[in-house]
Structure formats: structure tokens, C-alpha cells
């Protein structure tokens, strides 16, 4: 299987060349495949709020260990969800990229309904993974949930039949699986630092016959 990987322009060349360096040096049947040329939002598909420390805290964080100043402020830049897939599309017109090869869109702002990563529920095999505020979750190193989060794409797709049936079965309640929705988004860390898969999940895996080097690539 081949993975494309696109960047939004916010994402600069280094960061996205430092996530597919890692990524490639687990070898398997997944090959990831960079275009460098960024994806340009045009400003009308850029919405800005301020958000003080309390509503981050609600919203996009919190790590207990981390107190924020209350007061302070910070812009927030987001963008919709069917603008990035919009622009996945752009990119599979413009780089001839098979129906069948997903393309994963690496972008810096937040989303819509600010998730970790999303998939085009029309069924088109168009992702996005957010790159940024990572440093909130306590992983100082943005490359390393942003690559697990490419890496269980693969995988997820092997065993379901789809984006939407795959997240119809998210697990609601964290149980340090791949697959755990993580609504409260501090249950990523759980979820990122197991590292690992829930037996209902093995048993999935095992079901459908899924490739073990894809999971050996997956959990390595
Ligand atoms: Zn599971």
C-alpha cells in the first residue's frame, strides 16, 4: 500500500521532512510517499478566535501536571474539515494519486471539531493528522504522535472496510488501544504511550487475516 503525505504551508519543510525521515525507517508494506509542494489556504478558509488558557484547558488540553496563566491569550487558527479534504482531492488530481492510495493532509492549524485526525467520511480515502500543539500533551517532540498517528492509518483500514465503519467502532472509553476515540483529549496520552491494541482488536486483526508485517510495521 502507498500512503501519500501533503503538507499545508504552515508546516515547514523541516518538520515535514523530520516526520517522513522517521516514519521510513519502519519497514514494512506501507510505503510513504512525500509531495513537497504545500497546500495554500486561501483566508477565507481560515477562521481565527482567542481562546484564554481556561477555554484551552476545556477544550484542547489539559495535562495535569502544566498550569497555564489564566489571563493569558492566544489565537487560534482553524480550518474547516471539508476544506482540508477539498485540498486532499486538489492534491490526488494533481499528483494523478489512485482512488485506492489515502492521502494524508499534515497541517499546523487546528480543525473544526478539533480532533487529533480525521477522515473523509464521503469515502474517499482522504486524511488529515494535526501537527501542532503537541507540546500541550506533554510530547515535546510533535514527531513522534504525529507519526503513530499515520502509522495506525494503514492498519485501521486493513480492519474495516472503510474511514466511517472505522470510526463507528472506536472504543468511547479509553482502554490505551489504537483505537480509542479520545474524546477528553487528554486520554491521547494514555492511548500514545501504551502504544499497544486492546484484545478485541487483536482478534479483529486476526479475523480478517491482516498482513502481520503490517502490524509488526505498525507497533514497532
Ligand atoms: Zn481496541
Same mark, same amino acid.
Given at each position: $500500500?502507498?500512503?501519500?503525505? +501533503?503538507?499545508? @504551508?504552515?508546516? !515547514?519543510? #523541516?518538520?515535514? /521532512? ?42 484542547? $488540553?489539559?495535562?495535569?501536571? +502544566?498550569?497555564? @496563566?489564566?489571563? !493569558?491569550? #492566544?489565537?487560534? /487558527? ?143
Amino acid at each position: $500500500m502507498k500512503i501519500h503525505l +501533503i503538507r499545508s @504551508s504552515e508546516v !515547514e519543510p #523541516h518538520q515535514f /521532512t523530520a516526520i517522513y525521515d522517521l516514519i521510513r525507517q519502519y519497514p514494512g508494506p506501507v510505503q510513504y510517499i512525500i509531495h513537497e509542494n504545500p497546500v495554500e489556504y486561501s483566508i477565507d478558509e481560515l477562521e481565527v478566535e482567542i481562546w484564554e488558557e481556561e477555554r484551552i484547558g476545556r477544550e484542547i $488540553m489539559l495535562s495535569d501536571e +502544566i498550569m497555564f @496563566s489564566l489571563c !493569558e491569550e #492566544h489565537s487560534i /487558527t482553524y480550518v474547516g474539515w471539508d476544506s482540508i479534504f477539498d485540498h486532499c482531492n486538489e492534491s490526488r488530481r494533481k499528483y494523478r494519486i489512485p482512488d485506492k492510495e489515502p492521502v494524508v493532509l499534515l497541517t499546523d492549524h487546528a480543525n473544526e471539531y478539533n480532533w487529533f485526525s480525521g477522515s473523509d467520511q464521503s469515502g474517499k480515502l482522504n486524511m488529515f493528522v494535526h501537527t501542532g500543539m503537541w507540546d500541550r500533551f506533554t510530547f515535546p517532540d510533535f514527531r513522534y504522535p504525529v507519526v503513530y498517528l499515520l502509522a495506525a492509518i494503514p492498519l485501521r483500514l486493513s480492519m474495516y472496510d472503510s474511514f466511517s465503519e472505522s470510526v463507528k467502532n472506536y472504543h468511547q472509553e479509553p482502554r490505551g488501544c489504537m483505537n480509542d476515540y479520545c474524546q477528553d483529549k487528554k486520554d491521547i496520552q494514555l492511548k500514545l504511550r501504551t502504544g499497544d491494541i486492546c484484545p478485541e482488536c487483536r482478534k479483529r486483526i486476526h479475523d480478517r487475516n491482516v498482513d502481520n508485517h503490517l502490524v509488526a510495521q505498525v507497533f514497532f
